[in-house]
């Protein structure tokens, strides 16, 4: 499985964003797709999931703000980031997991590469 993530840049405080990602290879081995982030000097931490069946869950700094969506017919995952915030910006990686529990805290099966998402105050 081949991920590549895309939509990231620099945007002012209170502004949005949207990260898609796009999965590629052998689909029958995702269920879960989500978004981490990785601040400079922090832990990677988990932003959000959602599964094969469209359940989602969101870290709690994120809840109301973004909004995680998936295209099933095309493989896609996405990423609405609304109201950033300064401590927002990170290195956003999308991942897969090709089994479906309760939490990915610990990380994913599949990962892509990062975008780079700088929120300006």
């Known amino acids: 499985v081949q991920l590549q993530a895309s939509g990231g840049g620099l945007v002012q405080a209170g502004g949005s964003l949207r990260l898609s990602c796009a999965a590629s290879g052998s689909f029958f081995r995702i269920n879960a797709m989500g978004w981490y982030r990785q601040a400079a000097g922090r832990q990677r931490e988990l932003v959000a999931f959602i599964t094969s069946g469209g359940n989602t869950s969101y870290a709690d700094s994120m809840k109301g703000r973004f909004t995680i969506s998936r295209d099933n017919a095309n493989n896609t995952v996405y990423l609405q980031m609304n109201s950033l915030r300064p401590e927002d910006t990170a290195v956003y990686y999308c991942?897969?997991?090709?089994?479906?529990?309760?939490?990915?805290?610990?990380?994913?099966?599949?990962w892509g590469k990062g975008t780079q998402v700088t929120v300006s105050s």
């Open positions: 991942a897969a997991d090709s089994f479906e529990y309760s939490d990915y805290a610990y990380g994913m099966d599949y």
